[in-house]
C-alpha cells in the first residue's frame, strides 16, 4: 500500500487537543495514533452510532421489538459454559484466551491485539499485539482499568499484518468498527468482554483501599451474580463484600465518567462477546452475535462444557428501589447489607434476569449522569434500546 492517508498527517496535533471527549473519554487509545484524524465520528462519546455500526458489522441493527436484543444486542446465541480444563489464572476459566491461542495457532490470524500489564503494576494495562500463545497467556485476567487498546493499531499497518482479532471493552469496540476500513486489514476478527463500571488508576487504588481488608494484595477481583464483590488475594484466599455494603457516599466519584456515560455494556458489535453475567455462578456467558462469532466459539467447543441460558425472578422492584439509594449514596452497615445479600440471592434475580439486572442499574444510573452533567448530549447520546429501558422506571430529577 502507497497511498498517502489523510490520518497519518493527524500526528501533529498539538497535546491539548488530543482526548476532544474531554472529560468523558475513556482512554480508548485511538487518540494516540494517527487515526484520531477520525475521532469526531469514530469516538463513542462524541458520536453515539451504536444501530449503525450494528448494521454495517451484523448486516442489521438489534430488533427493538424483540426484548432479548433490546437488552443484549444482535445475537444468533446465548448459552453459558466453562472449560473443562481452566486456565489458572484467567479471569474466569479462561475461554477468551483460548478463543485468541487457537485464532493464532491455525493461522486464522497473524496477530492479537490484548493486554498485558506493566512489570511494576498489575493493574497498570499495557495493551499489545501477540503474535504468540505465551504472549496471549501473559495478557490473561482482567486490568480493571481504563486500557488504551487502541494505541497499537498504527503498528498494525506498519507491520503489514492483514488479518487480525481485538479483544477489547465496548467503547474500544465503537471506535475500532468507526476506522476498521482505513486499517487495510483483509479480515478483522473482534472479541468483547461486557463491561460497567471502569476506573482509572488511581480510582482502582480508592475503591481497594475503600473495600477489601488488604488492597495490596488483590491480584483479582469481580462484582459476581451473588451480589457480592469477590476479591482473591495473593495467597489464594477470596474475601467476599456485598454490593449493599460498599460505601457508596465515597465511591460515588470513583467511576470514569466515561464509565457513568456508557450505555454498551453488552459489547453490541463484538462478533462474540464472553462475560459472565447472564450465566450462573461460576459459569461464563456467551452472546454469538454473527457468524464469525459462531466460527470463533466453534474452534474452541471441544474444550467446553456448556448448558442453556436461564432465567428466574422479577428484578423490578430490586432496582426501582436501588435507584434513589445509590442516588443519595446510603450505605448499610456491614451486618445489614450481609443479611440483605442473603435475602437477595435466595430470592432474587438469576441468569439472565440477573444480566438485566445489573444492565437496568447501570443504564437508569448513567442516564441521570448524562441528564445532570450533559443535558445537551442527552437526546444523542443515549441510543434508543437504553430510552426503553429506562423508560420502564421512575427516575428523580
Ligand atoms: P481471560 O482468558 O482471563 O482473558 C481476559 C482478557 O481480557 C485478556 O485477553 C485481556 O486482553 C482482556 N482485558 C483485560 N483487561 C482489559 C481492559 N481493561 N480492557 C480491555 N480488555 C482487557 N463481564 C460481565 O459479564 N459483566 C461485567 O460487568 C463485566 N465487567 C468487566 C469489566 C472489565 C474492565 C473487563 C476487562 C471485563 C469485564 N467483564 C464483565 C468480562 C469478564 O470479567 C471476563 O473478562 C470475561 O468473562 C472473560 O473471562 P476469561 O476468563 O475468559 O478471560
Ligand atoms: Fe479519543 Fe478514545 Fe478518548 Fe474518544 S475515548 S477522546 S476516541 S481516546
Known amino acids: 500500500m502507497t497511498a498517502t492517508y489523510p490520518h497519518k498527517?493527524?500526528?501533529?496535533?498539538?497535546?491539548?487537543?488530543?482526548?476532544?471527549?474531554?472529560?468523558?473519554?475513556?482512554?480508548?487509545?485511538?487518540c494516540d495514533?494517527?487515526?484520531?484524524?477520525?475521532?469526531?465520528?469514530?469516538?463513542?462519546?462524541?458520536?453515539?452510532?451504536?444501530?449503525?455500526?450494528?448494521?454495517?458489522?451484523?448486516?442489521?441493527?438489534?430488533?427493538?421489538?424483540?426484548?432479548?436484543?433490546?437488552?443484549?444486542g444482535v445475537n444468533q446465541t446465548m448459552m453459558a459454559a466453562r472449560k473443562t480444563e481452566p486456565i489458572p489464572g484467567a479471569q474466569w476459566t479462561g475461554i477468551v484466551s483460548t478463543i485468541a491461542i487457537e485464532m493464532l495457532d491455525q493461522g486464522l490470524v497473524e496477530g492479537v491485539v490484548c493486554v498485558q500489564n506493566t512489570q511494576e503494576d498489575r493493574f497498570?494495562?499495557?495493551?499489545?499485539?501477540?503474535?504468540?500463545?505465551?504472549?496471549?497467556?501473559?495478557?490473561?485476567?482482567?486490568?480493571?482499568?481504563l486500557s488504551p487498546n487502541l494505541s497499537v493499531l498504527e503498528q498494525v499497518e506498519q507491520s503489514g499484518m492483514k488479518r487480525l482479532l481485538v479483544i477489547g471493552v465496548g467503547c474500544q469496540i465503537q471506535a475500532l468498527?468507526?476506522?476498521?476500513?482505513?486499517?487495510?486489514?483483509?479480515?478483522?476478527?473482534?472479541?468483547?468482554t461486557p463491561c460497567v463500571d471502569n476506573v482509572t488508576r488511581?480510582?482502582?487504588?480508592?475503591?481497594?483501599?475503600?473495600?477489601?481488608?488488604?488492597?495490596?494484595?488483590?491480584?483479582?477481583?469481580?462484582?459476581?451474580?451473588?451480589?457480592?464483590?469477590?476479591?482473591?488475594?495473593?495467597?489464594?484466599?477470596?474475601?467476599?463484600?456485598?454490593?449493599?455494603?460498599?460505601?457508596?457516599?465515597?465511591?460515588?466519584?470513583?467511576?470514569?465518567?466515561?464509565?457513568?456515560?456508557?450505555f454498551d455494556y453488552v459489547n453490541s458489535l463484538a462478533d462474540l462477546v464472553v462475560?459472565?453475567?447472564?450465566?450462573?455462578?461460576?459459569?461464563?456467558?456467551?452472546?454469538?452475535?454473527?457468524?464469525?462469532?459462531?466460527?470463533?466459539?466453534?474452534?474452541?467447543?471441544?474444550?467446553?462444557?456448556?448448558?442453556?441460558?436461564?432465567?428466574?425472578?422479577?428484578?423490578h422492584q430490586a432496582v426501582q428501589q436501588s435507584i434513589p439509594a445509590y442516588d443519595k449514596g446510603v450505605t448499610l452497615p456491614m451486618?445489614?447489607?450481609?443479611?440483605?445479600?442473603?435475602?437477595?440471592?435466595?430470592?432474587?434475580?438469576?441468569?439472565?434476569?440477573?444480566?438485566r439486572f445489573s444492565i437496568d442499574s447501570h443504564f437508569t444510573r448513567n442516564y441521570l449522569y448524562v441528564k445532570r452533567h450533559h443535558p445537551e448530549k442527552l437526546a444523542s447520546h443515549v441510543p434508543e434500546f437504553a430510552k426503553r429501558i429506562v423508560g420502564q422506571y421512575r427516575l428523580p430529577e
Open 9 to 30: 498527517k493527524a500526528k501533529a496535533l498539538k497535546p491539548s487537543s488530543r482526548r476532544p471527549a474531554k472529560e468523558l473519554c475513556s482512554e480508548c487509545g485511538l
Open 33 to 72: 495514533t494517527y487515526y484520531i484524524h477520525y475521532v469526531k465520528t469514530a469516538c463513542a462519546f462524541l458520536n453515539q452510532q451504536i444501530a449503525e455500526l450494528e448494521a454495517q458489522t451484523h448486516a442489521r441493527s438489534r430488533n427493538l421489538d424483540c426484548p432479548d436484543e433490546v437488552y443484549f
Open 124 to 145: 497498570q494495562p499495557m495493551p499489545i499485539i501477540a503474535r504468540t500463545r505465551e504472549e496471549i497467556l501473559r495478557a490473561r485476567v482482567n486490568k480493571p482499568t
Open 177 to 192: 468498527r468507526a476506522v476498521e476500513k482505513q486499517l487495510g486489514l483483509e479480515k478483522l476478527y473482534v472479541l468483547g
Open 202 to 262: 488511581a480510582g482502582l487504588q480508592k475503591f481497594l483501599e475503600t473495600t477489601s481488608r488488604s488492597p495490596e494484595t488483590v491480584v483479582h477481583y469481580e462484582f459476581m451474580q451473588d451480589f457480592r464483590v469477590h476479591f482473591k488475594h495473593e495467597d489464594g484466599s477470596v474475601e467476599t463484600v456485598p454490593f449493599f455494603g460498599l460505601k457508596t457516599n465515597q465511591l460515588k466519584d470513583v467511576f470514569a465518567p466515561s464509565c457513568m456515560s456508557c
Open 275 to 315: 462475560g459472565y453475567m447472564g450465566a450462573p455462578f461460576g459459569w461464563q456467558w456467551i452472546v454469538v452475535r454473527n457468524q464469525q462469532g459462531q466460527e470463533m466459539l466453534s474452534l474452541v467447543q471441544n474444550q467446553l462444557e456448556t448448558q442453556p441460558v436461564r432465567s428466574k425472578g422479577d428484578r
Open 335 to 355: 451486618w445489614a447489607a450481609r443479611l440483605m445479600g442473603m435475602a437477595i440471592e435466595r430470592i432474587g434475580p438469576k441468569g439472565l434476569e440477573y444480566a
